[in-house]
């Protein structure tokens, strides 16, 4: 993982063993958002939720899903058929992430900011 050129305010991750290397690119009163499956390591969730209530750390916050191919399908064709639109504001190629963090830091994105992936 590539090192933020400056510290981070906030970092959201959803898969693989990045956690330790996140948390240590943010800034010490920043905000980690880790999105998991239910087989979490509860210890190690509640103690980094710990260190950052107690500001010894970024806050830490878990969202926790469980895969439905269900739920999916049903979410695809209501896209296909037209009846779930998404609106994208701007997109941004993938080495300009920083812009792309910039503009919505500014408050102004009027729909969904994408990084492209050539």
Avoid: W
């Avoid at 239910?38 to 895969?67: C, D, Q, W």
């Avoid at 609106?87 to 080495?95: A, E, G, H, R, W």
């Amino acid at each position: 993982m590539p090192r933020c050129a400056q510290k981070c305010r906030s970092r959201l991750h959803h898969a693989g063993d990045y956690e330790s290397r996140s948390i240590s690119v943010l800034k010490p009163r920043g905000h980690y958002q880790q999105i998991m499956n239910e087989n979490l390591s509860v210890p190690r969730v509640l103690s980094r939720y710990v260190m950052g209530a107690l500001h010894f750390g970024p806050s830490y916050g878990v969202t926790i899903v469980k895969p439905n191919g269900v739920q999916l399908q049903k979410i695809a064709d209501l896209i296909s058929e037209g009846k779930v639109k998404v609106i994208v504001d701007k997109v941004f190629p993938l080495n300009n992430a920083a812009a792309a963090h910039e503009f919505l830091e500014k408050g102004h994105a009027r729909g969904k900011v994408v990084l492209k992936v050539q």
